[in-house]
């Protein structure tokens, strides 16, 4: 692959201080550094009203879903940072992806993309991010099977934003790096 | 149990031609006359925006999730009729039970429920049902074990609305039954 | 309920040192201590044959499919802690569900559980559990909602087998006390 | 990719006249004339005890076992059809992946694959296909996102074992090429 790979990042957090947002910055960081070319995103320019069929045929798709289409499809695959809510995916980003998935074509469909998660919790947030699989993969995602959760996010940050500690600093790089490899291959 | 089983009931649609509308009032119907007293709901009476948990912290819950909130405390249980958007629950669905999970009192636990699901396509929509056991589980909610799943709905009801063929009204009579029964055992 | 609830107790793993076995053992003590009935069983009692459909025909059931048959038969429900293996469910249980469900009358149909993990993780085994819901559910038994994940196992008891900490055990009996009320309710 | 693509090919079943064993069939003959290398396997060449950990450390892995990691370790990945069993995937795969699981280096890991189904239901076994990438892909296998599920089995084969109907042949040959395409990507 001559050009760099170009990964859409974003968290799937709308609020201010979010862990997501503190991990995706530096995964995106780390993949920068290994070569990629990041559209570092905010959830909030994806903002979209309750998904409503009868929306859709009168008005069209929203700025936001149009703005995720966009830059899904100017990316080869995505970098996703999803908080874990109530055992499952977000509802905010579950109504995102089902705009998404009635426009055609379809933009997801053999795109690319590694999940992770944040969360104060010791369990990490990857039984939400086992149930966002289902629709991305659904929708023709190829999902590096390795996730990256990353648990007790409150106390895992140095002040400047990066990871406290080399081992779980190594373990992000090594993983994203698995991910860039399988990545490049996919998008020559 | 002395007093009639107090069921909240509705489709988790936005649409107004929602076939999961149309088989919610069958259900709906199908229950009061097995003795049960129904609390019909319209989805977009619990509208909510995307949850943004800086919003909770600043403005409180939104009236939709306080409207659902009151609902479900009124009721011992529910019929939810949810359609499946690739192949996972509605994130509009999704939207309004992580606004509520945030809620203490959290009004779904300890409540009962049965899922239904019509779907134009031959599944019947019962794979996202399975994936919205989860949060409702995860939040203390006993769920009926069988779940009914309405197949190829455009051709599935006559024009007064109710479901066409004996077979598939009785299923749909025995399985409500099943439920009532164990609501009423569980809120006796 | 003027009789006492009875409820099969088991772990499914057939190792001798089994976490899963000691929790289930501090679970079967919490439940008879409540009043519940309790038939404490081996998982290797109901030790089967690979599944396959050719020796059903031929040979009908294997003896420990049968004896988990009666064993569940007699009971009104039961406490079963199985641990994690790959994120799901073991085979080893899967394959004694799928020669249980070949049964008519089917031996789960109608009663209720409560499922337990064991794991030295810090997770606890629930991704399993999780799992382990969409047969069980799908056969027609009312799990209770709430599910015991015990994390780090290997420091959780004590030498005389009881769990460590005050708190711990709390919890489990708190959460047994909640499935017992429902299964005497749902039993009587 | 100068050498064919190396895939192992196996239906998880143990009957003789099995749907899966047919669907395999057909998808191992298309993915030879696409131009890969199969290597077609029967399920009961990995014949396994159900998994004990006790077993495991006396007397190190089954032979079935051992057989199956040579075999995908020798491939660049998999064609897999698996039935459903109870809304999940068969216990009897499972147990094969939980001992295959536990050997150093673990044979799946790296691998690719993708996944079909037949069934007779309407449904297709598509339901058992979804939890049968949760073990898979936890293991760090790199899954086709698309599975190909065969409704209603018992009409879909002509009397020489092909898929009756242009359409559903066509179909199953795009979805190859496909995977074929990513996994010649991944391989190289």
């Not at 080869?76 to 940072?81: E, K, R, V």
Request: aromatic content about 8%; overall charge positive; proline content about 6%.
């Amino acid at each position: 692959m001559l050009r760099p790979l170009r990964l859409l990042a974003f968290a799937a957090s709308l609020r201010r201080d979010s862990w997501n947002k503190k991990l995706l910055a530096c995964a995106a960081n780390a993949a920068r550094a290994d070569g990629a070319d990041i559209d570092h995103a905010e959830f909030a320019e994806f903002d979209t009203p309750l998904y409503n069929a009868d929306l859709q045929e009168s008005g069209g798709f929203p700025p936001g879903a149009q703005e995720f289409a966009r830059r899904v499809v100017a990316a080869d695959g995505f970098l996703l940072a999803s908080p874990e809510y109530n055992f499952s995916l977000p509802g905010t980003l579950k109504n995102l992806l089902d705009w998404a998935s009635r426009m055609r074509p379809m933009p997801l469909r053999g795109k690319h993309g590694m999940l992770l998660a944040a969360s104060t919790s010791l369990v990490g947030g990857i039984r939400g991010l086992w149930q966002l699989r289902i629709p991305l993969e659904g929708l023709g995602v190829t999902l590096y099977p390795d996730m990256f959760a990353l648990a007790q996010a409150h106390q895992a940050f140095e002040p400047d934003g990066r990871l406290r500690g080399r081992e779980v600093e190594e373990r992000l790089r090594k993983q994203l790096h698995g991910y860039l490899e399988m990545g490049r291959r996919l998008s020559s």
